[in-house]
Antibody, heavy 123, light 112 residues
Framework: EVQLVQSGAEVKKPGESLKISCKGS????????IGWVRQMPGKGLEWMGI????????RYSPSFQGQVTISADKSISTAYLQWSSLKASDTAMYYC????????????????WGQGTMVTVSS | DVVMTQSPLSLPVTLGQPASISCRSS???????????LNWFQQRPGQSPRRLIY???NRDSGVPDRFSGSGSGTDFTLKISRVEAEDVGVYYC?????????FGQGTKVEIK
């Protein structure tokens, strides 16, 4: 079965760092991109950035450039999303999803999703 | 950035009746390869999003045939031929043609 399994919910304080994960299985992890999507409480979906685990090519949505870091370890089929200094406004559900990209087009969009990781940032 | 505008934002529907959601883009979504990378996602309450339709009108595996997508250029529609209780949730369109890719605001479908 093709699936993406994300790490568990996190509760952090402002200023703390955090790294959440997304592990792929049931398919060739290095043949697809992984994207991260944010959903703030009661709000819509926002695409954050993507990574190609095969060569770690990473691209960020302009809205999230410099705010987060996306990485991957292809040896363990896992992608990561990390923050160096969390803010209360980072409180949200974060999803990873699989996609295929050619040039700048998302030719196969988010066909498999993880279950989400809830991140709560509060003092 | 390409703006994706959905309407309506809230859609109360009677069980068994049809429903239609519009998605308009601020630019044509036809890519240089001739394809139109417009997708529809469903998010049921408390669940992860799920892709229903890709490239305007292609239904994903396991998606009931009461869901259909249509449109071209800048104007797209998701139709549910007969709404069932399990269709309650929020529906999003998303374009993958122009960087950065963008989602619509979402349309909440509820049962009257």
């Amino acid at each position: 079965e093709v699936q993406l399994v994300q790490s568990g919910a996190e509760v952090k304080k402002p200023g703390e760092s955090l790294k959440i994960s997304c592990k792929g299985s049931g398919y060739s992890f290095t043949s697809y991109w992984i994207g991260w999507v944010r959903q703030m409480p009661g709000k819509g979906l926002e695409w954050m950035g993507i990574i190609y685990p095969g060569d770690s090519d990473t691209r960020y949505s302009p809205s999230f450039q410099g705010q987060v870091t996306i990485s991957a370890d292809k040896s363990i089929s896992t992608a990561y999303l990390q923050w160096s200094s969390l803010k209360a406004s980072d409180t949200a559900m974060y999803y990873c999803a699989r996609l295929r990209v050619v040039d700048t087009a998302m030719i196969d969009a988010f066909d498999i999703w993880g279950q989400g990781t809830m991140v709560t940032v509060s003092s | 950035d390409v703006v994706m505008t959905q309407s309506p934002l809230s859609l109360p529907v009677t069980l068994g009746q049809p429903a239609s959601i519009s998605c308009r883009s601020s630019q044509s979504l036809v890519y240089s390869d001739g394809n139109t990378y417009l997708n529809w996602f469903q998010q049921r309450p408390g669940q992860s999003p799920r892709r229903l339709i890709y490239k305007v009108s292609n239904r994903d595996s396991g998606v009931p045939d009461r869901f259909s997508g249509s449109g071209s250029g800048t104007d797209f529609t998701l139709k549910i031929s007969r709404v069932e209780a399990e269709d309650v949730g929020v529906y999003y369109c998303m374009q993958g043609t122009h960087w950065p890719w963008t989602f619509g605001q979402g349309t909440k479908v509820e049962i009257k």
